[in-house]
């Protein structure tokens, strides 16, 4: 029975239980009363259900299961495990799952642990090829970038340390200064991180330039942005919606 055009149902999995309990009662293996026993029903229901008078209810199919210790796959045919595990494959192979942190990388709040997943979102493969460790979160630009991400309210992010120390200026960098958040481009200047395209009127919520010294680099650079877009959960597909940003040549 091909499972791609006859589905398994429970009523099979019912019909097939019936009749592996019947080869076991005409091979000699089991007997009504002793089955009955087992269970604790009457032999007469047990007699009626194997004679399809009665049906076989779930709350004593699954009573049957435990104690003869027969899995319900056990009851399914090759093809249709053989199908069920080819599709679940290509389907892993398809998706890779990424954890989400709550919160905002965002001026305007505390920067969110990009370690503790609040969820876990299902991303194509293909977006996430070349980000070894992503994260997805939520994101809020503020009016010196607004323009440069519209519409944009989460972020992919990869927090591998080589990803983020190579400070490419083609890259787009989640910081955390201030106990906030901004994304940024950046360069590697001597012992100093240059901010850059910053050129607003006003004063900028965060430096032009940040000497290290002491600082470690990774303090501030807290991951590279892979993407940038809506909500995936809103989205009907994470590739075709948002923006995929540049990434070093060899990340």
Not at 7 to 30: C, H, I, K, W
Not at 180 to 202: F, H, K, M, P, T
Request: charged share 20%.
């Amino acid at each position: 029975m091909p499972f791609l055009g006859t589905p398994l149902t429970f009523a099979t999995l019912q019909r097939r239980m019936v009749a592996y309990l019947r080869d076991l009662m005409s091979n000699g293996e089991l007997t009504e009363r002793g089955l009955a026993r087992m269970i604790g029903v009457s032999q007469p229901h047990i007699h009626n259900v194997l004679k399809g008078v009665r049906t076989l209810s779930p709350e004593i199919g699954d009573q049957i299961s435990a104690v003869l210790g027969v899995s319900l796959l056990e009851l399914a045919e090759s093809s249709e495990l053989a199908s069920v595990l080819e599709d679940r494959v290509a389907e892993d192979l398809a998706y890779r799952v990424v954890r989400a942190a709550a919160g905002q990388i965002s001026p305007y709040q505390r920067f969110p642990d990009l370690t503790a997943a609040e969820r876990w979102v299902r991303i194509p493969a293909g977006a996430v090829e070349r980000v070894e460790r992503p994260v997805l979160t939520g994101f809020q630009a503020d009016l010196e970038m607004a323009s440069c991400f519209r519409g944009a309210t989460h972020v992919l992010l990869d927090l591998n340390e080589k990803a983020r120390l190579s400070a490419n200026e083609l890259c787009w960098y989640a910081l955390r200064w201030g106990g906030s958040g901004y994304v940024r481009q950046v360069r590697r200047e001597g012992g100093a991180l240059v901010i850059l395209g910053q050129r607003s009127w006003q004063p900028a919520a965060i430096p032009d330039r940040i000497p290290l010294g002491d600082l470690p680099a990774l303090a501030v650079i807290r991951g590279r942005v892979a993407w940038c877009g809506p909500d995936p959960k809103a989205a009907s597909w994470f590739g075709q919606t948002g923006l995929s940003l540049p990434m070093p040549a060899h990340s």
